[in-house]
């Protein structure tokens, strides 16, 4: 019985797999440059409605609405674009290695804005200290002794 099981297990996988039928390429594909551009902006929207959903319900704007406008695609152009795509996972790969790539310069790009900015506020910081001890250590001179040096 249970080669039987087995027998009909890989009898149904190998039926499984025959007759994938992958998309045709359609008339109106985004090119790659493109459509990684198009993948980046919506990781971008996805990580910000991850790290807080409150601004982007408060403002009413629909990621994918404001994306397919900046764009200048449709939904339906995006669907049948990233289904062609997403049906070479080589192809696909590629695709989100670049999204990668260009989301970590971005970052490299925000934290080394932050940084000047943090050494910015450090060195005001340090001068308004260093002015604030100045202002501690000088010496009040009695009234009589600046009117004998003013004579």
């Known amino acids: 019985m249970k ?4 027998f009909l297990w890989i009898s149904f996988s190998f039926l499984g797999c025959q007759n994938v039928e ?3 390429k359609p008339k109106n594909l ?6 990684v551009e198009i993948m980046t902006d919506i990781q971008l929207f996805h990580t910000a409605k991850s790290y807080n959903r409150n601004p982007l319900q408060k403002s009413g704007l629909s ?3 404001y ?7 449709d939904s339906l152009q995006f669907v049948t674009s990233n ?3 997403g049906s070479n996972l080589k192809i696909y790969g590629t695709l989100y290695s670049r999204v990668k790539e260009g989301l970590e310069v971005k970052k490299a790009k925000i934290d080394s804005i932050l940084a000047k900015e943090k050494r910015i506020k450090d060195s005001i910081k340090i001068i308004t200290d260093s002015l604030r001890l100045l202002e ?3 010496p009040i001179l009695p009234v009589s002794t600046e009117l004998k040096k003013s004579e």
């Open 3 to 6: 080669k039987h099981l087995i």
């Open 22 to 24: 992958y998309p045709k």
């Open 30 to 35: 985004i090119p790659e440059d493109k459509m």
């Open 63 to 65: 990621p994918y609405h």
């Open 67 to 73: 994306i397919y406008e900046k764009h200048n695609i």
């Open 83 to 85: 289904t062609y795509y």
């Open 136 to 138: 501690i250590e000088k």
